[in-house]
């Protein structure tokens, strides 16, 4: 008895999936049930018996008030949604709706947890579970000052943009909601995940359902635009991929193990010119998504021909996923490499980015166009500031990503108002608009001081951050005042192109008839718009909520990177080798010395074990090292 | 002949002997009323139960242990070898000819080509395959290719009827007999060289003929015998390099496949082409494997690997070029043939044992994912509107979405988008290569990669984002038990050998040529 009970409670997975199965269609007959029912168990007890052996890789002790399962939870959530989706019935697109709006407002209250804990340096809410052990690859998740703000950025645009697209989107309500569940779970992936085999599985993922949303909802040239996001995207993740493997392989020969780790690869010290070239494999991945000139062109077409929420989500979050990448592991796995690079990458950020974009903006007629190539523009400080690479720079960085997933996110949404109303983009088609949508023109305003950085938005905090860090930075040597200075006269080319573009379709005369009697902002756009409005300005007035969570953080990985700087330099060409501890801290020493080696060692919090070499193999290492 | 032997052989067997069962049953069968009762319908299932029995066979030996059967192998050897290398080969190829019989099931009744024949042909091929990728020896081989190519010669020919498909035939089978005598003559030219015909022998002769303490008349027949031997390997290789396709010997593939009733171009693309890797690896693996001829200085890795490079690049291009979903999907297995061939150089290098599990997964993963995409082509069509181009799937995810996802998944397989199983195949040879010092090469295959991404995602531009135009003829979807089974079965394996792969990858792994 007591065993067949043991049995059951081993196998409740499978029961549950055949009683679901059973239990759940519709009108079926009895035969047709139990056959239901039995597929419906096989399958999970196949799962089951394919799932490695295994279990729970040994979990770092999580400190108290951490439910270890949190992240997971988070991205599981939208993902079942999605999943759970397929079987929804298409005809209720109310239910559909509420479900997509009910799970993405779940996830977004379950993320503020994330707040009460105190982010210093290391890891929190970490969770491992082997997922292909013969390869080494774990589903390792885990949030850190870094990543905290783009998660919860993620969390609180997505239920936006659905919001909004739920008002203007009418047709396949139950493709959209799948998009979007979809979406929200692989961007949280990317953010979340520290196993760079799990990152780029979501990083990938995050393309399908944005391409469906170009090419399902865009307007005329959809099909076009979608392709070109995808093969940009794509083409560039293919080199990340070559040289991740040459990482992975290179690690595998160095200790004799397998590992996809993020905390293990960071590990692997190159010789320089191989560095080099992994690096630049990382970075134009990056770079096609963030995106930086000249690989910007899908951009603007992608931003055109979305649909309003697509557009949102694209600029807010899924560049950020080029940025954040580019931070975490392009400066994190080769920091001497990127450092070796950065004044001449940042001279590109700041022609090509910066001031390109914002020319380029100056002159486009069409209303979308041009907040898309401001981004461009924005973009180029936020690089700019990961570029410097100094503690301040770094920060407003990280800040500005936030503002901007927040300003232009708004901008597109207002973009989307006037579009819903006129179909049409084009900005000479406006004018005098604040005579009939005074509150329209109001937020817009609003929006557009904070795009342009006016003291008292959030604009402002960030790109005064990045810019003050971008003089005094060391990395860029004499050009960081030259750099410093060009980017503070993009400021002011933001102000030209944004109040230019104010001024054409809010003031002056209302010539157009058509413009007459448009409606200002309805209940929905309104209350889409209300919290990002209120986030302007919390940011803005206290933008020290923000920077004391991230500031540690990113002085610790500032710090790592410096110590990996100087080992890389002292390796110069040699042979790869892995970096140790005592490697890093070589120069310290006191107490000095044990509060970085207590850093290191809070960063290292969740790296995969490393198996002490066979004894076989030692003596032969030894003789090497002798023979040296 | 002792149980033990007939154990080892069960899996060939059993195939072989249901073939002919059923060549029996449908030779009686003429008797019965055809208008009534369709002789696909118990045909299908019943190969489908013949070749799952001879897959689970050969599971079953395979979790056993070619140990446990020294005595089979010893009476086998060396003209048939049952490793576990071959019996993954067994699995992948009944798993291969499973899926196309039951798609056959659905799709002969479908278009009024219901004779019986088509099975047991299926079935004496993937006999043939199988003892193909189990032969130890130059004449087995020949015997085995044969076996598998006349079956699928009379397949391409199935419609008889249709110019286009006899024209497909007929060029299949000239330029496959071509091959075939290519191959013959390198074969005797190698056992001109060796004086011997199977593999570990010309190995053993290769290794130790040549400079290792020579007398100076082994010296002077050594030498004598260096132009008969490479010539004989370039001939073998172009022999085996026509059955997998390979650039600049693939010109047949797309007319064959075109031209060929689609569930003989899934055989096609799917059991041959593994049966065919599986011989090539067993050949430059076992005969050819010493250090000199495997070296990239002095033997045939660079040879392949421009095989490599010529058949994804041209595949791809030529792939992208397609108007028809059917070429497009032949073109593309040609691409997927040149990653295969990767793997193959890469197991000439330093990390051998990984680069052979990669092959052998990617080789089973390929094979599931290209009979399901063809699967789910048939059953995009129906008799008189057949999915033939990109046009006729438009807004196909708007008339029938069941159909459509399970294109898209297989698709997304072959384009290598997590998290299907083909991302994951993919990565693993890429690895295996990188592991192997091959940088070049894989940076090569994953820059055609991307190309590839292009034509695959057409198939989902069409079916999701455009609508038919008005009055242009439209595919209407075909209804089908045993299609529908087929695709639920290869959709399913596609899933979780994508998310949970690591078994199987060990499996792959173990999975090595024993000598």
Redesign the interface.
């Known amino acids: 008895m007591n065993a067949t009970l043991g049995a059951m409670i081993d196998l409740w997975p499978a029961i549950l999936a055949g009683a679901v199965g059973a239990l759940v269609p519709r009108k079926p007959s009895t035969w047709q049930r139990a056959g239901i029912g039995v597929i419906a168990a096989l ?1 999970v007890l ?2 089951m018996k ?3 052996d295994a279990a729970v890789a040994a979990a770092p002790s999580a400190p108290s008030g951490e439910w270890p399962h949190l992240l997971t939870f988070l991205i599981g959530l939208p993902l079942a949604g999605a999943i759970l989706m397929l079987f929804m019935p298409r005809q209720s697109p109310g239910l559909l709706r509420a479900m997509t709006m009910g799970i993405l407002l779940v996830d977004l209250v379950a993320s503020l947890w994330l707040l009460t804990v105190p982010m210093g340096v290391g890891w929190h809410f970490v969770s491992v579970h082997d ?5 080494g690859i774990r589903w390792h998740v885990a949030v850190d000052g870094m990543s905290l703000w783009l998660v919860l950025l993620t969390t609180f645009i997505t239920p936006i943009a659905a919001y909004v697209s739920f008002g203007s989107i009418g047709t396949r309500i139950k493709d959209l909601c799948f998009s979007l569940l979809l979406l929200q779970a692989a961007m949280l992936g990317v953010f979340l995940s520290l196993d760079m ?1 799990l990152f ?2 979501f990083w ?2 995050a ?2 359902p944005m ?2 949303m170009i ?2 909802w865009g307007s005329a040239d ?2 076009k635009a ?2 070109k996001f ?2 940009y995207t ?2 560039g993740s ?2 990340l ?2 040289a991740l ?2 990482l ?2 290179t690690y ?1 020969k160095l200790t004799g193990t397998m590992s996809f780790d993020y905390l293990a690869l960071n590990k692997v010290l190159l010789p320089k010119h191989v560095q080099m070239m992994c690096f630049w494999g990382f970075a134009i991945a990056f770079f096609v998504k963030v995106p930086l000139f000249p690989l910007h062109t899908w951009l603007p077409d992608a931003h055109v021909q979305a649909p309003t929420g697509g557009s949102i989500i694209l600029a807010a979050i899924l560049l950020k996923m080029g940025t954040y990448a580019y931070m975490r592991f392009g400066m994190g796995l080769f920091p001497f490499a990127a450092g070796l690079q950065s004044a001449t990458l940042a001279g590109v950020a700041v022609f090509g980015g910066i001031l390109y974009g914002a020319l380029c903006s100056w002159k486009q007629d069409d209303l979308k166009r041009l907040v898309a190539y401001s981004s461009v523009a924005h973009l180029g400080y936020v690089m700019l500031g990961l570029f410097a690479g100094t503690q301040a720079s770094m920060q407003g960085s990280l800040l500005q990503q936030i503002n901007h997933g927040v300003s232009t996110g708004a901008l597109f949404l207002l973009v989307g108002v006037i579009y819903d109303r006129r179909h049409t983009r084009t900005i000479t088609e406006f004018g005098g608009l604040a005579k009939v949508m005074p509150v329209y023109t109001v937020v817009f305003v609003i929006i557009t001081m904070a795009s342009i950085g006016v003291p008292g938005t959030n604009g402002f905090v960030g790109e005064f951050m990045v810019i003050m860090g971008t003089y005094g930075s060391l990395r860029l040597g004499k050009f960081g005042g030259v750099d410093a200075v060009l980017a503070a006269a993009g400021v002011i080319l933001a102000a030209i192109y944004m109040l230019s573009v104010v001024q054409r379709v809010f003031f002056g005369p209302l010539k157009n008839p058509k413009n007459r009697d448009l409606p200002d902002l309805n209940v929905r756009e309104t209350l889409a718009l209300a919290p990002l409005v209120i986030m302007v300005f919390v940011i803005g007035l206290f933008p020290s909520v923000l920077l004391s969570r991230s500031a540690a953080a990113v002085s610790a990985f500032e710090m790592r990177n410096r110590l990996v700087w100087m080992s890389a330099q002292e390796l110069g060409e040699g042979e790869p080798k892995l970096v140790t501890q005592d490697m890093l801290l070589e120069g310290a020493s006191g107490s000095a010395r044990e509060g970085m080696a207590n850093t290191l060692d809070e960063m290292d919090r969740g790296a995969p074990v490393i198996p002490p070499p066979p004894a076989a193999d030692k003596p032969a290492a030894d003789k090497k090292e002798a023979s040296k | 002949m002792s149980a033990n032997l007939l154990l080892g052989l069960s899996p060939i067997l059993i195939v072989s002997l249901g073939a002919l069962l059923l060549m029996m049953a449908e030779a009686l069968s003429k008797l019965r009323n055809e208008a009534r009762e369709s002789p696909s319908s118990s045909l299908a299932m019943g190969s489908a139960v013949v070749l799952a029995s001879g897959g689970v066979a050969s599971l079953a030996l395979w979790l056993q242990g070619p140990d446990n059967l020294m005595e089979a192998r010893a009476a086998l050897a060396p003209w048939l070898l049952i490793d576990r290398f071959s019996l993954f080969f067994f699995v992948i190829l009944t798993l291969g000819a499973f899926l196309t019989v039951l798609l056959a099931g659905g799709y002969l009744p479908e278009h009024k080509l219901d004779r019986g024949e088509f099975y047991p042909l299926v079935l004496l091929s993937t006999a043939g395959a199988m003892a193909l990728a189990a032969a130890g020896d130059l004449l087995t081989m020949f015997i085995g290719l044969e076996v598998m190519s006349l079956g699928v010669y009379a397949m391409v020919a199935f419609r008889r009827g249709s110019p286009r498909s006899v024209e497909a035939a007929m060029k299949y089978f000239l330029l496959g007999s071509f091959a075939a005598a290519l191959l013959l003559y390198g074969g005797a030219l190698l056992y001109g060289a060796t004086g011997k015909t199977d593999f570990s022998s010309i190995s053993f002769q290769l290794a130790h003929t040549g400079y290792a303490n020579p007398t100076n008349l082994q010296q002077l027949a050594w030498e004598n015998s260096t132009p008969l031997m490479v010539i004989g390997l370039i001939l073998v290789v172009i022999g085996l390099a026509f059955k997998i396709s390979a650039v600049p010997f693939h010109m047949w593939t797309p007319d064959a496949y075109e031209g060929a009733p689609t569930p003989a171009t899934t055989f096609m693309a799917g059991a041959v082409k593994a049966g065919a890797f599986a011989m090539m690896i067993r050949v430059l693996m076992m005969a050819f494997g010493d250090v000199r001829s495997a070296s990239w200085g002095s033997g045939w890795p660079p040879v392949l690997a421009a095989l490599a490079v010529a058949t994804m690049t041209v595949g791809n291009l030529i792939a992208g070029r397609q108007e028809s979903v059917k070429r497009m999907l032949a073109y593309s297995s040609i691409t997927h043939a040149g990653y295969m061939l990767v793997g193959v150089v890469a197991m000439a290098g330093t990390a051998r044992a990984e680069a052979n599990g990669a092959v052998l997964f990617y080789t089973l993963i390929y094979t599931i994912s290209t009979v399901g995409a063809f699967g789910a082509l048939i059953l995009c069509g129906s008799r008189g509107a057949e999915a033939v181009s990109y046009e006729d799937l438009a807004g196909l995810g708007k008339r029938n979405p069941a159909v459509a996802l399970a294109l898209s998944l297989f698709i ?1 397989s072959l384009a290598g ?3 299907t199983a083909g ?1 994951f195949a993919k ?2 040879l ?2 295996a290569a ?2 192997g010092d091959y ?1 070049v090469l ?2 090569i295959a ?2 055609n ?2 190309i590839g ?2 034509y695959y ?1 057409r198939v989902l ?1 069409f079916m ?3 609508e038919p135009l008005p009055g242009a003829p439209i595919a209407k979807p075909m209804k089908s038990g045993h299609v529908a089974i087929a695709l639920v079965f290869a959709a ?1 394996l596609v899933l ?1 050998l994508g998310i ?7 499996a792959a ?1 173990s999975s090595t040529i024993s000598g």
């Open positions: 399958l196949f799962v394919l799932w490695p997922w292909i052990p013969a390869l085999f780029y599985v990938e993922l393309l399908v391409y469906v090419g399902v959809k099909i979608a392709l995808f093969l794509m083409g293919v080199l991929l070559a493997l040459y992975v392989h595998s | 997304f988008i997590p998290p991302f990565l693993y890429f690895k990188v592991s940088i894989t940076v994953l820059i990669t991307v991404a292009y995602l531009v999701y984002f455009r399913l979780a949970l792969p690591s078994k199987t990858l060990q792994l």
